[in-house]
């Protein structure tokens, strides 16, 4: 018995070791897998044959331009838009850095700073 190694460990007989890994020709053993000669004569023509398929052009979407905002002081960048929690603050962020504004939410705008998306109070933001 051998123990090969690998994703799985597998433990095999000798002869079975030998078929996997001989040249092409000089297999020890045949694939126990057959399939009949006449297999691929058995496939029938479609009785309905299909049409072409035609695609319309469709105008490319319009994406609103990017909108910035920028601190006006230093003000906690928040996961959750929550002011009553402080475990909810990922970094502060210093004056006047800009953020890229993802979603407005009245009060609280969704930003993303350095690939990171947080929640920063209006009142500490202005649009550049």
């Not at 000798?14 to 020709?25: D, L, T, V």
């Not at 009785?47 to 910035?68: D, H, L, Q, S, Y």
């Not at 970094?91 to 350095?114: M, P, Q, R």
């Amino acid at each position: 018995m051998i123990l090969v190694r690998g994703r799985k460990d597998t433990i095999m007989s000798r002869k079975r070791y030998n078929s996997m890994f001989a040249p092409i020709g000089e297999q020890a053993e045949e694939s126990p897998l057959t399939y009949p000669d006449n297999r691929i004569n058995d496939i029938e023509e479609p009785a309905v044959k299909a049409e072409k398929a035609t695609f319309e052009k469709t105008k490319p979407v319009e994406k609103e331009p990017e909108k910035w905002l920028q601190s006006t002081t230093d003000v906690n960048f928040r996961l959750t838009p929550d002011i009553k929690r402080t475990d909810n603050i990922i970094g502060v962020l210093k004056k006047d850095l800009k953020v890229k504004l993802l979603e407005d939410k009245g009060e609280w705008k969704h930003v993303e700073f350095e690939r990171k998306r947080g929640y920063i109070k209006q009142e500490f933001l202005k649009e550049v």
